[in-house]
């Protein structure tokens, strides 16, 4: 079963730091694009970064470009997701989603983690 | 950055009625757009990828179409467990980009 686990997530003060993670199963981690995509409370979906199987490849929405930085571990089958400066406005459930070819990196995403909470608030 | 918009912004039907729903591109994507379903509570679901192709073990009853910066998910017949939020996405460039969703809720 293609499984994606995320962790880290918690209640910080602006200005912190917080490092999320995602470890996947059931299929060939090393082989696929990955992304992360937040949902503020109540709010819809807003991508926040992607990278290529070999890290090549590395973007990021103009919000948090700067103070975000993903990577990945593909012989620990893990992404992360290094966040720096946090701001109230990054206060969202992050899932993991994995890009559902191998062929290029910005695509679909098939597969979603279940989230991990990050909640910015003094 | 591509802007899509979604229309209505809420649906309110009755089990067993058909809905059409609406995405917009603010500049040519060309099939390069899917549909996502999001229940309460869960993560979304991958339905539709390039414009009209069903994802893995998505039911007949649900298409889509399109292409350039109009396109329309349509649900034949509602199921109780269709009910809720239908977001469209883009993949044409860098960044990835969402619409706001459609929430089809009970009439």
């Known amino acids: 079963e293609v499984q994606l686990v995320e962790s880290g997530g918690g209640l910080v003060q602006p200005g912190t730091s917080l490092r999320l993670s995602c470890t996947a199963s059931?299929?060939?981690?090393?082989?696929?694009?990955m992304h992360w995509v937040r949902q503020a409370p109540g709010k819809g979906l807003e991508w926040v970064s992607g990278?290529?199987?070999?890290?090549?490849?590395?973007a990021y929405v103009d919000s948090v470009k700067g103070r975000f930085t993903v990577s990945r571990d593909n012989a620990k089958n893990s992404l992360y997701l290094q966040m720096n400066n946090l701001r109230a406005d990054d206060t969202a459930l992050y899932y993991c989603?994995?890009?559902?070819?191998?062929?290029?990196?910005?695509?679909?995403?098939?597969?979603w983690g279940q989230g991990t909470l990050v909640t910015v608030s003094s | 950055e591509i802007v899509l918009t979604q229309s209505p912004a809420t649906l309110s039907l009755s089990p067993g009625e058909g809905a059409t729903l609406s995405c917009r591109a603010s500049?040519?994507?060309?099939?390069?757009l899917a549909w996502y379903q999001q229940i309460p509570g869960q993560a979304p679901r991958l339905l539709i990828y390039?414009?009209?192709n069903r994802a893995t073990g998505i039911p007949p009853r649900f298409s889509g179409s399109g292409s350039g910066t109009d396109f329309t998910l349509t649900i034949s017949r509602l199921e109780p467990e269709d009910f809720a939020v239908y977001y469209c996405?883009?993949?044409?460039?860098?960044?990835?980009?969402f619409g706001p969703g459609t929430k089809v809720d009970i009439k």
């Open positions: 500049q040519s994507v060309s099939d390069y």
């Open positions: 059931g299929f060939a981690f090393e082989d696929y694009g």
């Open positions: 989603a994995k890009s559902d070819t191998t062929v290029r990196t910005l695509s679909w995403f098939d597969t």
């Open positions: 990278i290529s199987w070999t890290s090549a490849t590395i």
């Open positions: 390039d414009a009209s």
């Open positions: 996405q883009q993949r044409s460039t860098w960044p990835a980009t």
